[in-house]
């Protein structure tokens, strides 16, 4: 039996909805990957937020504890301005340390074996004063929690879009008393870089922390 042959292939209304259903498919996996990208990105932009208020916290958290160390009692060494953590009123606290960098060494010449030796010990009972301020460290816009020892400032967490700072007495009452205050709340709240090339939007992260000072109230 001879069935003949057929030459005319697809119509053009065929052709084109083939096209259009190879067009969804391929719009869908590119909106799929798209998403899947945008997810990603944002977690690590929420990870990264966190992980900068947990540093923060935790330098904050190890030096106010230690505000008003002054075992000789003579220095005066405290709270010295509860302010809201703005640059024109930070929070200025005090200690004495042995390590504000002023030391005294003395270096002597090689010997036979071809070393060098250092003598020297920074010098003790030193008064260390500590600024924490909010600040544009690097001119993007962008405010930054600064940490200031001794005139050297520097930035310990980026994107910081609030800072707020609660002082209590051993009543747990509010008290804006530099001598009465026994531990501060500190809230650090951060946001995604909005300068970054990967920003991706998203909210902010905030964290929370009460810190005792242990070694205020002991005169």
């Given at each position: 039996m001879d069935f003949g042959k057929n030459n005319q292939g697809f119509t053009l209304i065929e052709l084109i909805i083939a096209m259009s259903i190879c067009v969804?498919?391929?719009?869908?996996?590119?909106s799929a990957f798209r998403s899947q990208e945008t997810t990603q990105l944002t977690q690590e932009q929420v990870v990264e937020?966190?992980?900068n208020l947990r540093g923060a916290l935790e330098i904050m958290?190890?030096?106010i504890r230690m505000a008003g160390y002054d075992p000789d009692v003579k220095y005066?060494?405290?709270i010295n301005r509860a302010g809201d953590g703005t640059a024109a009123d930070?929070?200025?606290?005090?200690?004495?340390?042995?390590d504000d960098g002023n030391d005294n060494y003395t270096m002597n010449a090689a010997n036979d074996d071809?070393?060098?030796?250092?003598?020297?010990?920074?010098e003790k009972g030193e008064l260390k004063y500590i600024i924490y301020s909010l600040y544009d460290?690097?001119?993007?816009?962008?405010?930054?929690?600064g940490r200031k020892i001794d005139g050297q400032k520097e930035a310990i967490a980026e994107n910081v879009s609030g800072l707020i700072l609660a002082y209590y007495d051993?009543?747990?009452n509010v008290t804006a008393d530099t001598t009465a205050i026994r531990s501060i709340k500190i809230t650090l709240e951060t946001q995604p870089d909005v300068n970054a090339t990967n920003f991706v939007g998203g909210g902010t992260r905030t964290l929370t922390e009460t810190i005792k000072c242990r070694n205020l109230g002991l005169k």
């Open positions: 969804m498919v391929i719009a869908g996996i590119v937020m966190q992980q958290s190890k030096e005066g060494a405290g930070p929070l200025i606290f005090s200690m004495v340390a042995d071809n070393q060098i030796s250092v003598n020297g010990a920074d460290a690097y001119g993007d816009g962008d405010l930054d929690l051993e009543d747990g």
